[in-house]
């Protein structure tokens, strides 16, 4: 089946920029998603990409998609304290379900 | 609107104990999802439905039931309780399923079983 990767822990210094990395399985992706957990809550979308675009950019946000390598990155510009959360990434096809990967832990130090 | 409303936030129950995790959104979507979240698995999908009458099991379906008797609701029963199942449970909601149409999700149940 889909399988989604990432690597569970990544720590920046506030005011550098941060690069999580996914990689997928799926080539029949159509969409593929980040998503950001807070301590003690839901997810909520942070941004998402069509599979026909290799980057995407949304104000400190940048999303960059390898499709021939399934790879799929999130750029975070001057990381801020805030930021710190788990982020996940997600993919899904057209009348298929969501697969997510298992969530990468940002720690923002001072 | 309220979006995804979950209930309760948290539970504690001892093995065997049944209970159901309540789920609804106002938002008139379609598809209707539960996942379980437990520390380096990410989200694992246990059951979802694509309309009001129609469920259907996904990854990690043992141990649970669910119903879709109208469109706003989608509550999740534990039949026997075990401590295998002590995790953090999502609930979430599109306006379809596979159209890029994102998710949106409910606030979650911490489950404690003994």
């Known amino acids: 089946g889909e399988d989604v990767e990432q690597s569970l822990f990544l720590s920046v210094r506030e005011g550098d920029s941060s690069v999580i990395n996914c990689t997928y399985t799926?080539?029949?992706?159509?969409?593929l998603y980040w998503y950001k957990q807070e301590p003690g809550a839901g997810l909520q979308l942070l941004t998402y990409?069509?599979?026909?675009?290799d980057m995407k950019q949304d104000q400190r946000l940048t999303v960059l998609l390898n499709k021939k390598d399934k790879h799929l990155s999130l750029r975070i510009a001057d990381t801020q304290t805030g930021d710190s959360a788990i982020y996940f990434c997600?993919?899904?096809?057209?009348?298929?379900?969501?697969?997510f990967g298992p969530g990468t832990r940002l720690s923002v130090l001072p | 609107n309220a979006g995804v409303t979950q209930t309760p936030k948290f539970q504690v129950l001892k093995t065997g104990q049944s209970m159901t995790l309540q789920c609804a959104q106002d938002?008139?979507?379609?598809?209707m999802s539960w996942y379980r979240q437990d520390p380096g698995m990410g989200l694992r999908l246990i059951h979802y439905?694509?309309?009001?009458?129609?469920?259907d099991q996904g990854e990690v379906p043992n141990g649970y039931n669910v119903s879709r008797s109208t469109t706003e609701d989608f509550p999740l029963r534990l039949l026997s309780a075990a401590p295998s199942q002590t995790s953090v449970y999502f609930c979430?909601?599109?306006?379809?399923?596979?159209?890029?149409?994102?998710?949106?999700f409910g606030p979650g149940t911490r489950l404690l079983v003994l």
């Open positions: 997600a993919e899904n096809n057209y009348g298929q379900n969501f697969v």
């Open positions: 938002m008139n979507h379609e598809y």
């Open positions: 799926d080539s029949s992706s159509t969409y």
């Open positions: 979430a909601s599109s306006p379809r399923t596979g159209i890029g149409e994102t998710q949106y």
């Open positions: 439905s694509v309309g009001a009458g129609i469920t």
């Open positions: 990409i069509f599979s026909n675009m």
